[in-house]
């Protein structure tokens, strides 16, 4: 079942479970009519949904101690329960064998009445459910209380299932059970798993995303580094003053592309980084490369992914570049449009055919050729278009313009406002 339909399900389990409560708790008509609510089971759906809504950031975190510490007291309202833990599969230790019959859990949280009594054994009462994957309600027997006084007197737990393995237990307590309360806490169970599991996801995507990052760094890496020192080294006896400012053109280049980056840089920093970039080759190719860069000043504290302009240049010099003899010109140029940031990236060199592009977009890998490493340039053409995809939506993929003989033109735009996109 899917994290949405979970929801909806809970909504409607808890508008029934809630609705003698939220009669009680509400002094009078006038309060239900105060918040818009007609009915005490509106009031109690607007509890139940406002609950979750307050319980679902910090599941999305995954299921640490802290994102339990502060789920529980929300899940225990939602429930409105004496207590609720939160048990987790403890990691096996590299000398122990993981084929036993039994999982062990370990305990993230107890929250409410009865922490000193109950909550040293909820680990081991959860060990059938990690073990099983089946929900388990335990009797008073089961739990042997000596408190007279005590309300919890059964506990209900359910198994968290995130993609397929039981992660962790929900278990909930209080004073007596029922079918229909077995059932909420089944259905918040599966709710929770469910945020769990889109936890996982953008843990995923983070790694991708951290992958794709190496990618680019293993492109800049093993050519432009090479070549640029050798540059370097060639002028240290002819001309130490040039010698020591590439130097110091190359540590700037190589501190901001390999630093530990966020999702996110200024559109300046990274035009800074580029003229580092093209003076260094600059220096290497001599009078064959030229190149200009126009920019509006408004678009310069434009938010951008980074890393996703030096691709390009370096794609335009490693295959504009091969097999040119005269001069080979790069334009930059970034606009403001509005709501957008419009950026091209255009040089007059051999271009290519655009079957290769689409190949080049789609594959993220140039076909080897004469004198070329597999993947090369076309890795970052690749990377970049599926970033700003990813980003921004499919519409802000990259435009290419090219033909053989024709030179290339790469452009993409970029909103200058985007909610949860800030520059480093």
């Not at 979750?52 to 910090?58: D, T, V």
Request: glycine letters at 10%; proline letters at 6%; one cysteine or more.
């Amino acid at each position: 079942m899917s994290a949405p339909s979970v929801l909806v399900l809970v909504g409607a389990v808890f508008m029934a479970v809630f609705a003698g409560a939220a009669g009680r708790t509400l002094p009078s008509r006038l309060r239900a009519r105060r918040h818009g609510f007609g009915t005490p089971a509106d009031e109690a759906t607007f509890r139940a949904l406002h609950t979750i809504s307050r319980a679902s950031p910090s599941l999305r975190a995954g299921l640490t101690r802290e994102s339990a510490r502060k789920a529980a007291r929300h899940l225990r309202a939602l429930l409105g329960a004496e207590a609720v833990a939160l048990v987790a599969v403890r990691p096996a230790a590299d000398d122990v064998d993981t084929d036993d019959e039994e999982t062990d859990g370990e305990l993230l949280v107890w929250d409410g009445e009865g922490g000193d009594r109950h909550s040293a054994g909820a680990a081991c009462q959860a060990r059938p459910v990690l073990t099983g994957g089946r929900p388990r309600v335990l009797t008073p027997d089961a739990l042997a209380c000596d408190d007279p006084a005590c309300r919890i007197r059964v506990g209900m737990l359910a198994p968290l299932t995130v993609e397929g393995r039981v992660t962790g237990v929900l278990a909930v307590y209080g004073p007596s059970a029922s079918a229909a309360r077995v059932r909420a806490v089944g259905e918040v169970a599966r709710w929770v798993a469910g945020q769990l599991e889109l936890a996982e996801l953008d843990s995923s995507r983070a790694r991708l995303a951290e992958a794709e990052m190496r990618a680019l760094r293993a492109q800049i890496s093993p050519h432009f580094v090479y070549n640029s020192l050798t540059t370097i080294a060639s002028f240290v006896r002819t001309d130490p003053e040039r010698a020591r400012e590439l130097l110091l053109d190359f540590a700037d280049f190589a501190r901001y592309s390999f630093r530990n980056p966020r999702d996110f840089t200024t559109l300046a920093d990274e035009l800074r980084s580029i003229d580092r970039y093209l003076l260094l080759e600059r220096a290497r190719f001599g009078d064959r490369l030229h190149f200009s860069v126009e920019v509006a000043p408004e678009v310069l504290p434009v938010a951008v992914p980074f890393l996703s302009l030096q691709p390009l240049v370096e794609n335009s010099i490693r295959h504009g570049m091969e097999g040119a003899r005269t001069e080979f010109h790069i334009k930059i140029v970034a606009r403001d449009a509005g709501p957008e940031a419009t950026i091209s990236v255009e040089d007059d060199g051999v271009g290519m055919d655009p079957e290769r592009l689409r190949g080049i977009l789609s594959a993220g890998a140039l076909s080897p050729g004469p004198g070329r490493d597999r993947g090369g340039a076309g890795i970052g053409l690749a990377n970049v278009d599926e970033r700003m995809r990813q980003v921004y939506g499919d519409e802000y993929g990259l435009t290419v313009e090219t033909a053989p003989g024709a030179g290339t033109k790469v452009s993409l735009r970029v909103p200058k406002y985007r909610p949860g996109v800030f520059p480093d």
